[in-house]
């Protein structure tokens, strides 16, 4: 017999379907009636640059088959890390090594920091939309509270207020808020939040005594538009008690490494959480050949320098090829996109467009996901996201031209055969809805 929680984990016909994706990806020759995979979070724009640079570079002699320095990542790293973000994140107070915990990823240092600040049931401020893999309940059985903002700029001053409403709603109905997930630059809209936003939020933390835990996964993947703001950059005096304060970087998305698996927790004044963490960095230990390739990768600085500056330019060149397509065949999305790797689009709007006599249907977006499905397309879907309007969807840009052509083509396909179009499609598990604010999705989204 399995426990609880495992029986709620086994998966039934609602069950994933991106490792089905994963598994039988396109490719012009080897593979042409394969699925175009653009949901996943991937950047494969740097590909050649970095698989070149480790082929000729990093050296692996030594320690790489031991523990090394123990499971919250070596000194060497730690080290790395400190002086890199340092650098790049133009932090107000130089990091140290000891501040620093290294994890097996971003997802993994946001599943400790809900194990080590709340109980089971509390629960974290999350807002509308929202990166889709967040699940802090399956282990530390921890919740998300998302927060709607209507009309409003989620990453805008006056969306401040929507979150202060959400404490207290929350605390009426005896759900106790231990802190408040900020994504920036955000996940899926591909923007940052302003300085002066993080600071009323910081404000708004300090007010009601809860923690700020900021993933800046894209933060070096800022290609456009205003610069982006590290918390880590502010001064906080007079603002919040820092030790409420954490930031979560990775190399997966700035280096297009999702496979590497190095993720970290920067937690400056918080000594007894980092020690918490400690007793449980076994279970997100970074093998020891990664530890050493970042290593040597984030202490050549000639190489990261060229490295992102050339990633920018790419990820700037892949945007303005998507939306020119989008705005050619009349697919409305999001403006403002400045950083990240994807396109917030309303595939929704744009299927009733196309199919006038299905304007009055309740649920376009199943339609739209049955008619991608027969195109053998893969997008996250806005549900995955808590989006407020369920028409939305995410398109990742980061590809080589070839395959992103042929996704693009794919969902313009998709939209115009519509209905008629679906009777072919491939069989796939029929995808749930979101059952509201305390629901965690049956389907990830990366």
């Given at each position: 017999?399995?426990?609880?929680?495992?029986?709620?984990?086994?998966?039934?016909?609602?069950?994933?379907?991106i490792w089905d994706v994963l598994q039988g990806q396109w490719h012009e020759?080897?593979?042409?009636?394969?699925?175009?995979?653009?949901?996943?979070?991937?950047?494969?724009?740097?590909?050649?640059?970095?698989?070149?640079?480790?082929?000729?570079?990093?050296?692996?002699?030594?320690?790489?088959?031991?523990?090394?320095?123990?499971?919250?990542?070596?000194?060497?790293?730690?080290?790395?890390?400190?002086?890199?973000?340092?650098?790049?994140?133009?932090?107000?107070?130089?990091?140290?090594?000891?501040?620093?915990?290294?994890?097996?990823?971003?997802?993994?240092?946001?599943?400790?920091?809900?194990?080590?600040?709340?109980?089971?049931?509390?629960?974290?401020?999350?807002?509308?939309?929202?990166?889709?893999?967040?699940?802090?309940?399956?282990?530390?059985?921890?919740?998300?509270?998302?927060?709607?903002?209507?009309?409003?700029?989620?990453?805008?001053?006056?969306?401040?207020?929507?979150?202060?409403?959400?404490?207290?709603?929350?605390?009426?109905?005896?759900?106790?808020?231990?802190?408040?997930?900020?994504?920036?630059?955000?996940?899926?809209?591909?923007?940052?939040?302003?300085?002066?936003?993080?600071?009323?939020?910081?404000?708004?933390?300090?007010?009601?005594?809860?923690?700020?835990?900021?993933?800046?996964?894209?933060?070096?993947?800022?290609?456009?538009?205003?610069?982006?703001?590290?918390?880590?950059?502010?001064?906080?005096?007079?603002?919040?008690?820092?030790?409420?304060?954490?930031?979560?970087?990775?190399?997966?998305?700035?280096?297009?490494?999702?496979?590497?698996?190095?993720?970290?927790?920067?937690?400056?004044?918080?000594?007894?959480?980092?020690?918490?963490?400690?007793?449980?960095?076994?279970?997100?230990?970074?093998?020891?050949?990664?530890?050493?390739?970042?290593?040597?990768?984030?202490?050549?600085?000639?190489?990261?320098?060229?490295?992102?500056?050339?990633?920018?330019?790419?990820?700037?060149?892949?945007?303005t090829f998507a939306t020119d397509f989008l705005r050619q065949h009349a697919?409305?999305?999001?403006?403002?996109?400045?950083?990240?790797?994807?396109?917030?689009?309303?595939?929704?709007?744009?299927?009733?467009?196309?199919?006038?006599?299905?304007?009055?249907?309740?649920?376009?977006?199943?339609?739209?996901?049955?008619?991608?499905?027969?195109?053998?397309?893969?997008?996250?879907?806005?549900?995955?996201?808590?989006?407020?309007?369920?028409?939305?969807?995410?398109?990742?840009?980061?590809?080589?031209?070839?395959?992103?052509?042929?996704?693009?083509?794919?969902?313009?396909?998709?939209?115009?055969?519509?209905?008629?179009?679906?009777?072919?499609?491939?069989?796939?598990?029929?995808?749930?809805?979101?059952?509201?604010?305390?629901?965690y999705w049956k389907e990830k989204v990366m």
């Amino acid at each position: 017999m399995l426990s609880r929680r495992a029986q709620d984990q086994v998966p039934s016909t609602d069950s994933n379907v991106i490792w089905d994706v994963l598994q039988g990806q396109w490719h012009e020759q080897d593979n042409p009636h394969g699925y175009v995979n653009v949901g996943v979070a991937e950047n494969r724009l740097m590909q050649a640059e970095l698989e070149n640079y480790l082929t000729k570079n990093i050296d692996l002699r030594g320690c790489v088959l031991t523990y090394e320095d123990g499971p919250v990542g070596s000194q060497r790293l730690r080290t790395a890390l400190a002086r890199f973000i340092d650098r790049r994140m133009r932090t107000h107070r130089s990091l140290d090594a000891s501040q620093i915990i290294v994890t097996n990823g971003v997802s993994s240092g946001l599943e400790h920091m809900a194990w080590a600040l709340a109980d089971p049931g509390d629960s974290f401020l999350l807002g509308r939309p929202y990166y889709g893999e967040i699940n802090l309940a399956l282990r530390p059985h921890v919740r998300t509270w998302p927060v709607a903002f209507g009309q409003l700029d989620p990453l805008g001053l006056p969306a401040v207020a929507c979150y202060e409403r959400a404490i207290l709603a929350a605390r009426e109905q005896g759900t106790t808020i231990r802190g408040l997930l900020l994504c920036s630059p955000h996940n899926p809209l591909g923007r940052c939040y302003p300085r002066e936003v993080i600071q009323a939020l910081l404000s708004l933390c300090n007010k009601y005594q809860i923690h700020l835990i900021s993933d800046e996964a894209y933060a070096l993947s800022v290609w456009h538009g205003p610069p982006f703001t590290s918390v880590l950059s502010l001064d906080l005096s007079g603002i919040i008690d820092p030790s409420l304060v954490h930031v979560l970087w990775g190399i997966s998305k700035d280096f297009g490494a999702n496979g590497w698996r190095v993720g970290c927790i920067v937690s400056q004044s918080n000594q007894p959480l980092r020690a918490a963490l400690g007793t449980v960095a076994l279970y997100s230990y970074v093998s020891s050949i990664t530890d050493r390739i970042v290593s040597q990768m984030l202490e050549d600085d000639s190489f990261t320098t060229s490295y992102l500056a050339k990633n920018l330019r790419r990820l700037s060149n892949a945007y303005t090829f998507a939306t020119d397509f989008l705005r050619q065949h009349a697919i409305p999305f999001a403006g403002g996109t400045q950083a990240a790797l994807f396109i917030w689009v309303d595939l929704g709007q744009a299927y009733r467009n196309r199919h006038p006599e299905r304007a009055a249907l309740r649920n376009t977006a199943k339609e739209v996901q049955q008619a991608l499905w027969a195109q053998k397309v893969y997008l996250a879907w806005g549900g995955n996201f808590g989006s407020e309007s369920p028409d939305m969807f995410r398109i990742v840009f980061a590809h080589p031209r070839s395959y992103m052509e042929e996704g693009l083509r794919r969902i313009a396909r998709a939209l115009e055969s519509g209905a008629e179009g679906q009777s072919q499609r491939s069989k796939r598990p029929r995808l749930k809805e979101p059952n509201g604010a305390k629901d965690y999705w049956k389907e990830k989204v990366m």
